[in-house]
Structures are given as structure tokens and as C-alpha cells.
Antibody, heavy 127, light 107 residues
Framework: QVQLVQSGAEAKKPGASMKVSCKTSGYIFTGYSLQWVRQAPGQGLEWMGRINPDSGATTYAQKFQGRVTMTGDSSMNTAYMELDRLTFDDTAVYFC????????????????????WGQGTLVTVSS | DIQMTQSPSSLAASVGDRVTITCRAS??????LNWYQQKLGRAPRLLIYVVSSLQSGVPSRFSGNGSGTDFTLTISSLQPDDFATYYCQESHTTPFAFGGGTRVEIK
């Protein structure tokens, strides 16, 4: 069965970097893109970006450009999301999610959805 | 960027009630609209994709409708397990924005 298992909770200081891992199993790692989503305490879901583990191509939300790096290691079936120069506002639960795309997408935006999610990783930024 | 607006932000309903949640996109997204359910302390769960397709294992009391800019999620007969927060997400243009969420509470 498809599983996404994320790394454990982290405590960071302002200015530090964080790196969350998302180990996948039960499907072909390079066959699906992964999206990263975060949720601040008591808040809604915020889209951070996506990675195509096959090509390595990434798309980041403008808000995180220059501060976020998403990578994939196909030998480990694991994706990573690194966020630099942390501030208190980066305190959140970070989720990875598998993106499934509709068949036969030719040109134009492809239909896609997030069908499997990791359990989430709490990152707390405090001094 | 596309903005997704959900309404209401919260609602209180009773078991057996019919509940409808609305999601509006700031520009047309065709049928690129998905719905997720999230319970406290848990990861979101896919309910409906491409406006109206029910994810495997999701009860048939959940349904979705709409196109372009206006979409709805309906729970035909609310069950105790349905008390949660619901989010829409557009998958048309990055950043794939989420709606602000609708919290469904027990009346």
C-alpha cells in the first residue's frame, strides 16, 4: 500500500535551516510528483511547492522562492524539503503529499489531486 | 495568483442534516477543483477530485459540483464522523491555492 512517512518533529532557532524528509513506499517514486503543504497552528493549509522526482523539476510558491529547496532521492524513494532562514512564522506542521495526475493530459494545465499524505512534521521555531 | 474563498468559515449542524460548503475561485479554473477533509491533529484526506469524482473509500453521502469559478461540496446526511474541517484546492495554476477551510461542528 502507498505510504508516505515523514521525519520527526524539530525545534529550530530563528535564522536556522530545517530539512524534512518524506519516505515513500508502495508505488514507483519517479512516477508521481510530490507537493509540500504547511499548516501554521490553528490556521489553514498553505501550498509551498512541488517536485517531479523523475526530472527533478521544481515549482515553488513565490512566497518561498529563494528560501526553499525541494529534492528527491530515487535510490531511497525519499523526497526532502529544506527551508532556510527560519522565522517564528515558519512554525507549522509540514506535509508532503503524492500528486496523482489524470491520464492523457496533453497541453494545458493537467488535472491533479493529492491522494496520499504524509503524517506531517511539526517544526517549531523559537529562541 | 488564484484566490480560493470558502464559505461559510464554520457551521454548526446536527447528525442527519444536509450540509453544503461553497468554494469560489477568483478566476476560472475549469474543473481543476479538489476537496479534502481534515480532522484535528491529522493529515488532510482526499474526498473528491476533479469537482465530483469520489475518492475510493469515501462514503457516497459526499458529493461535489460546479465548474469555472463556483463549486460546492455537499454532505447529504451528516454523520458523527464528518465533523471536521473541509478545504477546497485548485489544481489549475501554481501556486495551487487552498480555500481557507470550513469547520463543521456539532450543533
Amino acid at each position: 500500500q502507498v505510504q508516505l512517512v515523514q521525519s520527526g518533529a524539530e525545534a529550530k532557532k530563528p535564522g536556522a535551516s530545517m530539512k524534512v524528509s518524506c519516505k515513500t513506499s508502495g508505488y514507483i517514486f519517479t512516477g508521481y510528483s510530490l507537493q509540500w503543504v504547511r499548516q501554521a497552528p490553528g490556521q489553514g493549509l498553505e501550498w509551498m511547492g512541488r517536485i517531479n522526482p523523475d526530472s527533478g523539476a521544481t515549482t515553488y510558491a513565490q512566497k518561498f522562492q529563494g528560501r526553499v529547496t525541494m529534492t528527491g532521492d530515487s535510490s531511497m524513494n525519499t523526497a526532502y524539503m529544506e527551508l532556510d532562514r527560519l522565522t517564528f512564522d515558519d512554525t507549522a506542521v509540514y506535509f508532503c503529499a503524492r500528486e496523482t495526475e489524470a491520464w492523457g493530459c496533453i497541453g494545458g494545465p493537467c488535472l491533479n489531486w493529492l491522494d496520499f499524505w504524509g503524517q506531517g512534521t511539526l517544526v517549531t521555531v523559537s529562541s | 495568483d488564484i484566490q480560493m474563498t470558502q464559505s461559510p468559515s464554520s457551521l454548526a449542524a446536527s447528525v442527519g442534516d444536509r450540509v453544503t460548503i461553497t468554494c469560489r475561485a477568483s478566476e476560472s479554473i475549469g474543473n481543476h477543483l479538489n476537496w479534502y477533509q481534515q480532522k484535528l491533529g491529522r493529515a488532510p484526506r482526499l474526498l473528491i477530485y476533479v469537482v465530483s469524482s469520489l475518492q475510493s473509500g469515501v462514503p457516497s453521502r459526499f458529493s461535489g459540483n460546479g465548474s469555472g469559478t463556483d463549486f460546492t461540496l455537499t454532505i447529504s446526511s451528516l454523520q458523527p464522523d464528518d465533523f471536521a474541517t473541509y478545504y477546497c484546492q485548485e489544481s489549475h495554476t501554481t501556486p495551487f491555492a487552498f480555500g481557507g477551510g470550513t469547520r463543521v461542528e456539532i450543533k
